[in-house]
Nanobody, 120 residues
């Protein structure tokens, strides 16, 4: 079973920066896409950013120009650099992956979530 492990959440003041990382476990044959979603208190989960095969990236309008998604230095990792953070960015951030295991079908996976809190 593939696992996605996130790190890097925390508390930051408005205007500050945080860097989230997500690492997928071993036994992966191909990764078609990795990205981030977030869920604020009392709201539905929303898509934030994604990086696909060929390193094509896309962002939600609400974070465009402030967040950058990229592949990490380690294999099967993705990083979300968040700059100019706003209080409305406060949410639990979930890593997402669309991938093919060595011994299984192509499937979607989610991390356990990491809390980002942006204070006024």
């Amino acid at each position: 079973q593939v696992q996605l492990v996130e790190s890097g959440g925390g508390l930051v003041q408005a205007g500050g920066s945080l860097r989230l990382s997500c690492a997928a476990s071993r036994n992966i044959l191909s990764i078609y896409a990795m990205g981030w979603y977030r869920q604020a208190p009392g709201k539905q989960r929303e898509w934030v950013a994604i990086i696909t095969v060929g390193d094509s990236t896309n962002y939600a309008d609400s974070v465009k120009g402030r967040f950058t998604i990229s592949r990490g230095n380690a294999k099967n990792t993705v990083v979300l650099q968040m700059n100019s953070l706003k209080p409305e960015d406060t949410a639990i951030y979930y890593c997402y992956a669309d991938l093919l295991e060595i011994s299984g079908p192509r499937s979607e996976y989610w991390g356990q979530g990491t809390l980002v809190t942006v204070s006024e």
